[in-house]
C-alpha cells in the first residue's frame, strides 16, 4: 500500500524514474555514488567501453570513479519503479529522433545510435540531445548548471593531464590550467579565476578589433590596387604581344622583301652576263665550224695535182672569216659572287648584334613592368627566407679543383684529378660552376679557407683561355676575398673596384634577378654589406668559385 501511494505521488514525475541512457523506464536500476541513477545493464555498457582507461565515468556529469564501482540494486526504488511501470496509463512518448549527421555535434550520453546533441553543459562537459537535455535539467533541479548551444569544443575546457575543467587563468604562462596545476607545475605563478582573466582580457578586445578593422581596410585597399594593377598588366602584356607579333612580321616581311631584292639582283646579273656570253659562244662556235671547214678544203688541195685549180682555190681558201678576234676579247677567268655572299653574312652578323643589343634593352624593360614592388630584405632571417640549395657541376670543375661532401665542398689541390673530358671544364683557371641557376631572388652563404673568389655567371662564359677568368669577363661578377692585408676587389669585365677586407670567414651572396640587383655580405653577429651592383641580368645566373691558393677551400652552407 505505502509503495503503491510513493508510486502514484511521482506520476507526475514520470523522468525520475526514466534511464538517461535507454530512455526508458529504469530496468534493475542502480544509483552511483554521484546520486545518477541508470539501468543496470546500460550502466555496464558504458563503463565496458573505457576499460581500456580504467577510469569510469557518469554518462551525465562525468565524475570519476577509479576502481570500477560495485554495482549494487536498490531493491526498495527497483519496486517503486514497477509499480509505477504497471500504473501509469499512457506510456512515455519519445521526443523526435533526429540522428547527427556530417558536421553536427552528437550526444555524449546516446549509445548505439548517436542523435543531434542540441545544448552542452558547460560545468558537466557534456553535450545532450533534447531528451537527455531534458532528464539532465530534472535531474538537477536546484543547481543551475551554464548550458550554451551544442559545441564541440568541450575537451578544449577539459585539462589533458588531469581531466579536470579549465577555471583558472594563469597570467605567468598565459594558458588556461585546472585546479590541480594550480598546486602542481604553475604553483606560486600569477593565477586568477577564467572569469577575472576574461574581464581582464576584454579591455584589450576593443583595441584589438579597431587594430584589425583598419588592417582589413588597408588590405581591402591594397586587394583592390593589386587586382586593378593585374587586369591592367594583362591588358598591357596583350597589347604588348599583339603589338609585337605585328612589328616582327612586319620585319620579316620587310627581310623577305630586302632577300627577294638580292635575289633579283644576282638573278638579273646573271642573265645579263650569260645572254653576252652565249651571244659570243655562237660567234666563236661559226667561227670555229668555218675555220674548220676551211682547213678541211686546204687539206684536200694540198694534194691535187691541178696546179690551176690550187692557185685559184687557195686565194678563196686561205683568207680569214671576218669575224671578231678572239685576243680582243678579255675573259674574267675568276667570275664569282663570293663577294656578295661576304655582304649577306655581315649585315647577318651586323643585324644579330643590333639585335642582340636591342633585346638586352627589352628584356631591362620588360623587367621594369612589376605589379608588386617587394621590398629588399635587410636582416639575416629575411634573406634566409630566399635561401636556396646549391651544388657544384663536377663537369666544370677544373683540374685542380677536388670536389667533395655531396659536391658542396671545392678545395684546390696541388695534383690534377683524373676528370674526364667535358666542353664545360675549366681548362686554365681553377673554376667551378653549380648545377643550379638563379632567375629569381636568391640567397646563399659560403664558409672560406684561404685565396677563395665568389662569382656569379652566365653559362655561356668561354671555358677556355684568358676569357674564362670570371674577373675578366663581360659574363660574369667577382667577389675577390682576399687581395692583400688590407683590402679585397671586385672584379667585372677587367674593370677593378677596391673594397675594404672582408674580416669574416662567412660570406653571403644575394641575387634579385628581376631587379638587375647582386649584393655581397660579410655574415656574422650581423649583415654587413660589402659590394652592391645594380645592372640588368639577360640570363640565368649560377654560382662559381675561383680557387686560386692551393688548399684553399670554400663550403655551400
Same mark, same amino acid.
Request: with cysteine; charged share 25%.
Given at each position: 500500500?505505502?509503495?503503491?501511494?510513493?508510486?502514484?505521488?511521482?506520476?507526475?514525475?514520470?523522468?525520475?524514474?526514466?534511464?538517461?541512457?535507454?530512455?526508458?523506464?529504469?530496468?534493475?536500476?542502480?544509483?552511483?555514488?554521484?546520486?545518477?541513477?541508470?539501468?543496470?545493464?546500460?550502466?555496464?555498457?558504458?563503463?565496458?567501453?573505457?576499460?581500456?582507461?580504467?577510469?569510469?565515468?557518469?554518462?551525465?556529469?562525468?565524475?570519476?570513479?577509479?576502481?570500477?564501482?560495485?554495482?549494487?540494486?536498490?531493491?526498495?526504488?527497483?519496486?517503486?519503479?514497477?509499480?509505477?511501470?504497471?500504473?501509469?496509463?499512457?506510456?512515455?512518448?519519445?521526443?523526435?529522433?533526429?540522428?547527427?549527421?556530417?558536421?553536427?555535434?552528437?550526444?555524449?550520453?546516446?549509445?548505439?545510435?548517436?542523435?543531434?546533441?542540441?545544448?552542452?553543459?558547460?560545468?558537466?562537459?557534456?553535450?545532450?540531445?533534447?531528451? *537527455?537535455?531534458?532528464?539532465?535539467?530534472?535531474?538537477?533541479?536546484?543547481?543551475?548548471?551554464?548550458?550554451?548551444?551544442?559545441?564541440?569544443?568541450?575537451?578544449?575546457?577539459?585539462?589533458?593531464?588531469?581531466?579536470?575543467?579549465?577555471?583558472?587563468?594563469?597570467?605567468?604562462?598565459?594558458?588556461?590550467?585546472?585546479?590541480?596545476?594550480?598546486?602542481?607545475? *604553475?604553483?606560486?605563478?600569477?593565477?586568477?579565476?577564467?572569469?577575472? $582573466?576574461?574581464?581582464?582580457?576584454?579591455?584589450?578586445?576593443?583595441?584589438?578589433?579597431?587594430?584589425?578593422?583598419?588592417?582589413?581596410?588597408?588590405?581591402?585597399?591594397?586587394?583592390?590596387?593589386?587586382?586593378?594593377?593585374?587586369?591592367?598588366?594583362?591588358?598591357?602584356?596583350?597589347?604588348?604581344?599583339?603589338?609585337?607579333?605585328?612589328?616582327?612580321?612586319?620585319?620579316?616581311?620587310?627581310?623577305?622583301?630586302?632577300?627577294?631584292?638580292?635575289?633579283?639582283?644576282?638573278?638579273?646579273?646573271?642573265?645579263?652576263?650569260?645572254?653576252?656570253?652565249?651571244?659570243?659562244?655562237?660567234?666563236?662556235?661559226?667561227?670555229?665550224?668555218?675555220?674548220?671547214?676551211?682547213?678541211?678544203?686546204?687539206?684536200?688541195?694540198?694534194?691535187?695535182?691541178? *696546179?690551176? *685549180?690550187?692557185?685559184?682555190?687557195?686565194?678563196?681558201?686561205?683568207?680569214?672569216?671576218?669575224?671578231?678576234?678572239?685576243?680582243?676579247?678579255?675573259?674574267?677567268?675568276?667570275?664569282?659572287?663570293?663577294?656578295?655572299?661576304?655582304?649577306?653574312?655581315?649585315?647577318?652578323?651586323?643585324?644579330?648584334?643590333?639585335?642582340?643589343?636591342?633585346?638586352?634593352?627589352?628584356?631591362?624593360?620588360?623587367?621594369?613592368?612589376?605589379?608588386?614592388?617587394?621590398?629588399?630584405?635587410?636582416?639575416?632571417?629575411?634573406?634566409?627566407?630566399?635561401?636556396?640549395?646549391?651544388?657544384?657541376?663536377?663537369?666544370?670543375?677544373?683540374?685542380?679543383?677536388?670536389?667533395?661532401?655531396?659536391?658542396?665542398?671545392?678545395?684546390?689541390?696541388?695534383?690534377?684529378?683524373?676528370?674526364?673530358?667535358?666542353?664545360?671544364?675549366?681548362?686554365?683557371?681553377?673554376?667551378?660552376?653549380?648545377?643550379?641557376?638563379?632567375? $629569381?631572388?636568391?640567397?646563399?652563404?659560403?664558409?672560406?679557407?684561404?685565396?677563395?673568389?665568389?662569382?656569379?655567371?652566365?653559362?655561356?662564359?668561354?671555358?677556355?683561355?684568358?676569357?674564362?677568368?670570371?674577373?675578366?669577363?663581360?659574363?660574369?661578377?667577382?667577389?675577390?676575398?682576399?687581395?692583400?692585408?688590407?683590402?679585397?676587389?671586385?672584379?667585372?669585365?677587367?674593370?677593378?673596384?677596391?673594397?675594404?677586407?672582408?674580416?669574416?670567414?662567412?660570406?653571403?651572396?644575394?641575387?634579385?634577378?628581376?631587379?638587375?640587383?647582386?649584393?655581397?655580405?660579410?655574415?656574422?653577429?650581423?649583415?654587413?654589406?660589402?659590394?652592391?651592383?645594380?645592372?640588368?641580368?639577360?640570363?640565368?645566373?649560377?654560382? $662559381?668559385?675561383?680557387?686560386?691558393?692551393?688548399?684553399?677551400?670554400?663550403?655551400?652552407?
Amino acid at each position: 500500500m505505502r509503495l503503491r501511494k510513493m508510486a502514484e505521488a511521482t506520476q507526475s514525475n514520470q523522468d525520475l524514474f526514466t534511464c538517461p541512457v535507454c530512455l526508458d523506464l529504469l530496468r534493475d536500476p542502480v544509483t552511483l555514488h554521484c546520486g545518477h541513477r541508470y539501468c543496470t545493464g546500460c550502466i555496464k555498457d558504458c563503463w565496458d567501453q573505457e576499460d581500456q582507461k580504467g577510469v569510469y565515468s557518469c554518462p551525465q556529469c562525468r565524475q570519476t570513479f577509479t576502481p570500477r564501482p560495485v554495482l549494487n540494486k536498490k531493491n526498495i526504488f527497483a519496486e517503486v519503479v514497477e509499480q509505477y511501470r504497471k500504473s501509469r496509463i499512457q506510456p512515455v512518448v519519445p521526443a523526435p529522433v533526429v540522428c547527427a549527421g556530417a558536421g553536427d555535434v552528437e550526444c555524449d550520453v546516446c549509445t548505439g545510435r548517436k542523435l543531434k546533441a542540441v545544448k552542452s553543459c558547460l560545468e558537466c562537459l557534456v553535450s545532450y540531445c533534447e531528451t *537527455h537535455y531534458k532528464a539532465h535539467n530534472d535531474v538537477n533541479p536546484r543547481r543551475k548548471h551554464k548550458m550554451v548551444d551544442a559545441t564541440g569544443q568541450l575537451q578544449e575546457r577539459i585539462c589533458t593531464q588531469h581531466e579536470k575543467p579549465l577555471e583558472v587563468f594563469c597570467r605567468t604562462d598565459q594558458t588556461c590550467v585546472c585546479l590541480l596545476c594550480v598546486m602542481d607545475e *604553475h604553483k606560486g605563478h600569477d593565477t586568477v579565476s577564467a572569469s577575472a $582573466g576574461r574581464k581582464e582580457e576584454q579591455t584589450h578586445l576593443g583595441e584589438t578589433q579597431r587594430r584589425f578593422q583598419q588592417r582589413i581596410l588597408e588590405r581591402e585597399k591594397e586587394l583592390q590596387e593589386l587586382r586593378k594593377a593585374v587586369e591592367t598588366l594583362k591588358s598591357s602584356a596583350q597589347t604588348a604581344v599583339e603589338d609585337s607579333e605585328r612589328i616582327f612580321t612586319e620585319m620579316i616581311r620587310s627581310i623577305e622583301r630586302r632577300r627577294s631584292e638580292v635575289t633579283e639582283l644576282i638573278r638579273g646579273q646573271e642573265k645579263a652576263e650569260v645572254s653576252q656570253a652565249e651571244e659570243h659562244l655562237e660567234q666563236l662556235e661559226q667561227e670555229i665550224a668555218e675555220l674548220k671547214r676551211r682547213d678541211a678544203e686546204l687539206e684536200q688541195l694540198s694534194h691535187t695535182e691541178d *696546179h690551176i *685549180h690550187f692557185l685559184k682555190t687557195f686565194q678563196s681558201v686561205s683568207s680569214t672569216p671576218e669575224t671578231k678576234a678572239v685576243s680582243s676579247t678579255c675573259v674574267d677567268q675568276s667570275l664569282s659572287f663570293e663577294a656578295v655572299k661576304k655582304s649577306v653574312s655581315s649585315l647577318k652578323g651586323q643585324l644579330e648584334d643590333f639585335c642582340k643589343e636591342e633585346l638586352m634593352k627589352i628584356s631591362a624593360a620588360v623587367a621594369k613592368v612589376q605589379a608588386m614592388l617587394l621590398p629588399e630584405p635587410t636582416t639575416r632571417e629575411e634573406f634566409l627566407q630566399y635561401s636556396c640549395h646549391f651544388t657544384l657541376d663536377p663537369n666544370t670543375a677544373n683540374g685542380l679543383l677536388y670536389l667533395s661532401e655531396g659536391n658542396r665542398r671545392v678545395e684546390r689541390s696541388d695534383t690534377s684529378q683524373a676528370y674526364p673530358d667535358h666542353p664545360e671544364r675549366f681548362n686554365m683557371y681553377a673554376e667551378v660552376l653549380c648545377r643550379e641557376g638563379v632567375s $629569381g631572388r636568391s640567397y646563399w652563404e659560403v664558409e672560406r679557407s684561404g685565396n677563395v673568389d665568389i662569382a656569379v655567371s652566365y653559362k655561356s662564359i668561354s671555358r677556355r683561355g684568358h676569357e674564362s677568368w670570371f674577373g675578366g669577363s663581360d659574363q660574369a661578377w667577382m667577389l675577390c676575398t682576399y687581395c692583400s692585408s688590407s683590402s679585397c676587389s671586385f672584379y667585372h669585365s677587367k674593370k677593378q673596384t677596391k673594397l675594404p677586407l672582408v674580416a669574416s670567414s662567412r660570406i653571403g651572396v644575394y641575387v634579385d634577378h628581376r631587379a638587375g640587383t647582386l649584393a655581397f655580405y660579410n655574415v656574422s653577429d650581423t649583415m654587413t654589406l660589402l659590394h652592391r651592383v645594380q645592372t640588368t641580368f639577360t640570363h640565368t645566373l649560377y654560382p $662559381g668559385f675561383y680557387i686560386s691558393g692551393v688548399k684553399s677551400s670554400v663550403k655551400l652552407l
